[in-house]
């Protein structure tokens, strides 16, 4: 069964920066899937974040545009959500997902201080 394991979140002040790893097991092809952050504040419905391709292109929420990018490692089944300039909005707990694979992970937990 596909595993996806979140990390790399943590306590940050506003206009600082994270980087996220989403690392998937028991997939194969990895390359072959659209992968997609996701992240739910408390109280909130789970919102979509962005995504990158099987092409490393790329496709980001406008709320995050211009701070955040998505990148990839098919060698090590990793996608990166790097998080720059991060903002008290930004606050919740991130996931990935691989389109097509109903699996998510615990998920990892980013907090943003003013």
């Known amino acids: 069964q596909v595993q996806l394991v979140e990390s790399g979140g943590g306590l940050v002040q506003a206009g600082g920066s994270l980087r996220l790893s989403c690392v998937a097991s028991?997939?194969?092809?990895?390359?072959?899937?659209?992968i997609g952050w996701y992240r739910q504040a408390p109280g909130n419905q789970r919102e979509w974040v962005g995504f990158?391709?099987?092409?490393?292109?790329?496709n980001l929420a406008d709320s995050v545009k211009g701070r955040f990018t998505i990148s990839r490692d098919n060698a090590k089944n990793t996608v990166y959500l790097q998080m720059d300039s991060v903002k008290p909005e930004d606050t919740g707990v991130y996931y990935c997902?691989?389109?097509?694979?109903?699996?998510w992970g615990q998920g990892t937990q980013v907090t943003v201080s003013s």
């Open positions: 997902n691989a389109r097509g694979i109903p699996k």
């Open positions: 028991r997939i194969f092809f990895f390359s072959n899937y659209v």
């Open positions: 990158i391709s099987t092409d490393c292109d790329t």
